[in-house]
C-alpha cells in the first residue's frame, strides 16, 4: 500500500473520537497495535487487508472513484466471469 498521511489521519481522527487506544483498536480490528501506528503515521509497508480491518472497525467507508466507474460497474455486471483473474488484453 502506498503511504498515505491523509488515510492515516481520517483513521486517527475516528480512533479518537470513538475514544479508542491503539491498542484498543487494534483489538477491535484483530491486528497488532504497531499496524496501527503505521497506518496513522501513513507508512509505505501497511497491507491493504489490515487498513481494511481497522475501516470496518471504526465504520468507516472505502469508495473507489475513478473517471471509468460507470463503464467498469457496467462491464462487471454485464460480463461478471470476464472481468475476474488475468487480463484479457
Excluded: W
Aim: with cysteine; net charge positive; glycine share 8%.
Amino acid at each position: 500500500m502506498q503511504g498515505s498521511p491523509e488515510i492515516g489521519a481520517v483513521i486517527r481522527y475516528h480512533r479518537r473520537r470513538s475514544g479508542l487506544s491503539q491498542s484498543e483498536l487494534a483489538a477491535l480490528a484483530g491486528i497488532g497495535k504497531t499496524s496501527v501506528f503505521d497506518i496513522e503515521k501513513g507508512k509505505s509497508t501497511v497491507r491493504l487487508a489490515t487498513l481494511m480491518a481497522v475501516l470496518r472497525a471504526l465504520n468507516i467507508v472505502l469508495t473507489l472513484a475513478s473517471p471509468l466507474m460507470a463503464e467498469c460497474l457496467q462491464a462487471i455486471q454485464s460480463h461478471p466471469n470476464t472481468t475476474q483473474g488475468k487480463d484479457p488484453s
